[in-house]
């Protein structure tokens, strides 16, 4: 799998824009994925402010990650434009019959494919070796434009779940 994605991110964009990544309980089918990618530009080209057009991006990532990210240095993003983001992500999940909101669901490169496993299981696949500190992990949790291209698909051992699971073996 080609794990350059920070090629398809936009360079004039602030290090500082804010990023939201949305991870599907499923792989898209490609015909899903082209759909979602039409809805996704439909929806940056329309995502509103107080008015103002926000500054934003969107693309599906590894058929499975839907990133947002608001460049914020022209017009700062609202509670209400927001919540406009979160309805049309939901319209997606009942479009398509997925979850996008579960973050207890945690994405790692296994064989090289993205593979979902609850957080409640990385420990016993940590213990069986399923996984390992080197497996590559998505980590959903990055804040901004620079955190996504430096540190959203790191090593088990460089990310938050390290100090949670790797420490007790």
């Known amino acids: ?17 804010r990023v939201w990544i949305y991870q599907s309980s499923r ?11 039409d809805q996704i530009n439909q929806f ?3 995502w509103k402010t107080h ?10 990532l590894f058929g499975q990650f839907i990133v947002l990210i608001a460049d914020e240095t022209q017009a700062t993003v609202s509670g209400c434009s927001t919540d406009s983001s979160v309805r049309f992500i939901k319209e997606i999940e009942r479009q398509f019959n997925v979850t996008m909101f ?4 945690l994405a790692f490169l296994i064989n090289d494919r993205v593979q979902v496993l609850p957080l409640s299981q990385v420990g016993p696949a940590l213990e069986l070796g399923k996984l390992t500190s ?13 955190a996504l291209i430096d ?7 460089q990310s938050w779940l390290s100090t949670r699971f790797l420490k007790k073996q």
């Open 51 to 60: 008015g103002a057009q926000v500054k934003a991006y969107g693309n599906l």
């Open 44 to 46: 940056v080209a329309s």
């Open 102 to 105: 579960d973050r207890q669901m």
């Open 27 to 37: 792989l898209f089918t490609l015909q899903e994925a082209l759909a979602i990618e």
């Open 134 to 146: 080197d497996t590559l992990y998505f980590n959903n949790l990055v804040l901004t434009k620079q």
């Open 1 to 17: 799998m080609k794990l350059k994605y920070q090629e398809l991110i936009p360079a004039e964009f602030h290090p500082e824009s």
């Open 151 to 157: 540190s959203w698909i790191v090593p088990i051992s």
